[in-house]
């Protein structure tokens, strides 16, 4: 018998993880969410997956999308992951009000981000409640020089190595 869904919260809290904003163009409209369900796939191809709720609104967004951005968090963007993570705030406003750049596939990729990539959608599954996401990351920057953002117990702060 499977766990409840509140003891798999719970369990999902104990996790550390780093903080992404996905960003997204839909027929020229900007979208964007804060996901900490991302990972690295493959090396050969490089590929990458982010898990998405099919409840939220910018699911269907995202999956009528080619491309998808991934601007992993510095500490410094707390504030930022937050309003990406607010149903109420207009994603397309929120991010051509930020510093960005449009990649020749028409991605939004946030500036000042710990690191940036653009991800063509080569997959897509059905995973229980959520939508897996696979993308091979076409270009991408980093600055060498900020801190991770992480989340951790339904919270948001700084990583602190021994």
Same mark, same amino acid.
């Given at each position: 018998?499977?766990?409840?869904? %509140?003891?798999?919260?719970?369990?999902?809290?104990?996790?550390? &993880?780093?903080?992404?904003?996905? /960003?997204?163009?839909?027929? $020229?409209?900007?979208?964007?969410?804060?996901? *900490?369900?991302?990972? *690295?796939? @493959?090396? !050969?191809? +490089?590929?990458?997956?982010?898990?998405?709720?099919?409840?939220?609104? *910018?699911? =269907? @967004?995202?999956? $009528? *999308?080619?491309?998808?951005?991934?601007?992993?968090? !510095?500490? %410094?963007?707390?504030?930022? &992951?937050?309003?990406? &993570?607010? @149903?109420?705030? %207009?994603? $397309?406003?929120?991010?051509?009000?930020?510093?960005? /750049?449009? /990649? %020749?596939?028409?991605?939004?990729?946030?500036?000042?981000?710990?690191?940036?990539?653009?991800?063509?959608?080569? =997959?897509?599954?059905?995973?229980?409640?959520? /939508?897996?996401?696979?993308?091979?990351? =076409?270009?991408?920057?980093?600055?060498?020089? @900020?801190? +991770?953002?992480?989340?951790?117990?339904?919270?948001?702060?700084?990583?602190? +190595?021994?």
């Amino acid at each position: 018998m499977a766990v409840d869904n %509140d003891l798999f919260k719970e369990l999902m809290r104990r996790f550390a &993880a780093g903080v992404t904003l996905v /960003t997204f163009n839909e027929n $020229n409209k900007f979208g964007g969410l804060t996901v *900490s369900s991302f990972c *690295s796939l @493959s090396m !050969n191809p +490089p590929l990458v997956l982010i898990c998405i709720d099919r409840k939220i609104v *910018s699911h =269907e @967004s995202l999956k $009528n *999308s080619d491309t998808f951005g991934i601007n992993i968090c !510095n500490s %410094d963007q707390g504030k930022l &992951a937050w309003d990406f &993570a607010n @149903s109420n705030v %207009d994603k $397309n406003e929120l991010i051509k009000s930020l510093p960005h /750049t449009l /990649t %020749d596939l028409g991605t939004p990729l946030l500036e000042d981000c710990l690191a940036s990539m653009e991800c063509k959608i080569t =997959e897509r599954h059905e995973g229980g409640d959520h /939508t897996i996401f696979i993308g091979q990351i =076409e270009n991408g920057n980093f600055d060498e020089n @900020s801190k +991770p953002l992480i989340y951790y117990g339904s919270g948001l702060g700084e990583f602190n +190595p021994n």
